[in-house]
């Protein structure tokens, strides 16, 4: 058996695992509501930053996703690999002639995608759905940058969560560091990067390359790049983001540091799951 | 499929699991792992699939265990001691496995009918909402439909009816004389029936190595028990070594080998006084031990 057909047997029946405990319904039910909220509540033609109307309740949906987004992903994931190591489902497929790569890979793609997939369907319905509803222009560029970003944080985050359920054998000491690593993610970097500026006075250069390291700041960078007006209005960092950096190459930054930054987790946790014991 | 393990050791921590474990099995014998909780049987039984990290080596036909893990795990079927609680449909998991090595559905089923499991009434059931005995037919039906060449069996009846566990066995006999089987259990009735050798392990260590026949000596008991009516049968039994119970029910534990012959006598000597027999083996909870070894481990 091939290993595209050996990740094609773990990918369906770890689907089959997905949908049976309704993480895809879970997801989906997350997205609709609050992307009801953000419609409802947000289409209306005051400006938040340059932005109106759909713009704007896409802006507000999109900053909420940058939290909510790797606490879904996290939790999701961060139990994926010891729970399956307790449960004994991970001795019972490991002892049929499927590897370890083959099955880390198989499972890797099934939560990514029920991560991603009702992200993907939930924001193009709730602009058509604006646009139908509220006869309101879609900002069909800032959508796609939009889901491009928030897809980039989505697999960060999954396989940072893949990793410590690699890494952490008890599951319960796996759900205390997943949600340390999304408070570190959406609160305490911002917490730490506002004191070091108060305590040094940091040129803007490195203010944004320590921002940058965060991949939930990285994100939110390239949703403002978005903004009109311009960032300079931020004041110096954003001034600097504005005429140093540029919208694009902040968008770049915001979709490959995440990515490049999930894909070096994931590689590592690959690794130790090939080495390490499985029960 | 025959099998050399050479020096095999496995940690957890502090703790010694396996401690340079040598044995050979040849191909076609069929072998009980046996020892007390903590001595190492499901360590054993795991170490050759890979998925653990050991000291010493593992050979299968002269090939080491790491070097071709799928192709390896192709030849091997495994039964846990406790099946997973899978939230997928029965259908899935026996699908999933069945793509993997290629077993048709209706071989698994008929397996399954054998262990009194109606694969395509359960299908669309969750794997995780069968009972314990269920789950763990459905995972030794596919391990007996798998033809492999070595069958790993880790305490496979242990949630199984006595039904099922009799259709067990006779599944395990069915199968080719050249299928290895390595059987984990503490059930005597598992060793007499399913195997031809003994390894028993303490603290990780092979503590004796033989013939399955030498162990049930060391080890086994018959119970007799004889519901007699009449003095003359009452009086034949108390000479005889029996102890009188309730409702004239007398029993006596002997040698296994002495039973036949036992019951033989009770048959001539208690002709139409005896309402009723039973005969059980039990083990010894303090055996002659350690038996006469017949082969050196």
């Known amino acids: 058996m091939t290993l595209r057909a050996e990740i094609a047997v773990v990918a369906r029946l770890d689907l089959a695992e997905v949908l049976r405990s309704r993480w895809l319904v879970f997801c989906l039910a997350v997205h609709a509501v609050l992307a009801a909220t953000f419609v409802l509540v947000g289409l209306r033609e005051s400006g938040v930053v340059g932005f109106t109307g759909m713009g704007r309740a896409l802006l507000s949906w999109t900053h909420a996703l940058l939290f909510l987004l790797p606490l879904l992903a996290l939790s999701a994931t961060g139990q994926v690999v010891n729970s399956a190591r307790d449960d004994g489902s991970l001795e019972l497929l490991l002892s049929h002639p499927v590897s370890r790569g083959g099955y880390f890979a198989g499972t890797t793609l099934v939560r990514v995608a029920a991560l991603i997939v009702p992200l993907l369907v939930a924001m193009p319905a709730m602009a058509v759905f604006g646009a139908l509803a509220f006869g309101q222009d879609v900002p069909w560029g800032f959508l796609l940058r939009g889901m491009a970003v928030s897809a980039s944080l989505l697999c960060c985050f999954t396989a940072i969560g893949l990793c410590v359920s690699t890494l952490v054998r008890n599951q319960s000491k796996a759900l205390m560091l997943s949600i340390l690593v999304w408070v570190a993610g959406v609160a305490l970097i911002d917490f730490g990067l506002v004191g070091v500026m108060l305590q040094w006075e940091l040129p803007p250069s490195a203010v944004f390359a320590l921002a940058a390291l965060n991949p939930v700041e990285c994100a939110r960078l390239a949703l403002l790049s978005a903004a009109q007006p311009e960032l300079s209005t931020f004041g110096p960092v954003g001034f600097f983001l504005a005429n140093k950096v540029g919208a694009d190459a902040l968008l770049l930054l915001g979709i490959g540091w995440p990515m490049l930054l999930g894909l070096t987790a994931w590689t590592w946790s690959l690794g130790a799951f090939r080495r390490r014991d499985l029960l | ?297």
Not at chain 2, 42 to 71: C, H, I, N, Q
Request: aromatic content about 4%.
């Open chain 2, 1 to 297: 499929m025959r099998i050399e393990i050479q020096g095999l050791g496995k940690r957890f921590g502090r703790v010694v699991a396996l401690d340079g474990v040598t044995i050979e099995l040849p191909a076609g014998s069929r072998t009980a792992l046996i020892g007390p909780n903590g001595s190492g049987k499901s360590t054993l039984v795991r170490a050759p699939l890979g998925m653990l990290v050991s000291s010493g080596s593992v050979r299968f036909d002269g090939v080491e265990a790491g070097e071709d893990r799928r192709a390896l795990a192709a030849r091997i079927a495994y039964v846990p001691q406790i099946a997973p609680r899978l939230a997928a449909p029965v259908r899935d998991v026996v699908r999933a496995v069945g793509r993997l090595r290629g077993e048709p559905w209706a071989a698994v089923a008929a397996a399954a009918a054998a262990l009194d499991v109606d694969l395509d009434a359960l299908g669309r059931r969750p794997f995780r909402a069968l009972s314990g005995g269920q789950r763990q037919k459905v995972l030794a039906a596919l391990a007996l439909a798998s033809g492999a060449e070595l069958l790993l069996l880790d305490e496979p009846t242990s949630s199984m009816d006595p039904k099922s566990r009799v259709a067990f066995f006779g599944l395990v006999e069915a199968l080719p004389p050249a299928t290895t089987v390595i059987l984990s259990s503490h059930r005597l009735d598992e060793i007499r029936r399913l195997v031809d050798r003994v390894v028993v392990l303490a603290e990780g260590r092979v503590a004796w190595h033989g013939g399955a026949e030498d162990y049930l000596a060391a080890h086994a008991e018959a119970v007799v028990e004889v519901q007699a009516a009449g003095e003359p049968a009452a009086a034949w039994l108390a000479a005889r070594g029996f102890a009188r119970g309730t409702a004239g029910w007398w029993s006596l534990s002997l040698p296994v080998a002495e039973r036949a012959h036992l019951i033989a006598e009770i048959g001539k000597r208690l002709n139409g006084e005896v309402r009723d027999v039973m005969a059980r083996d039990v083990e010894r909870l303090q055996p002659q031990w350690p038996p006469q070894p017949q082969e050196k481990p």
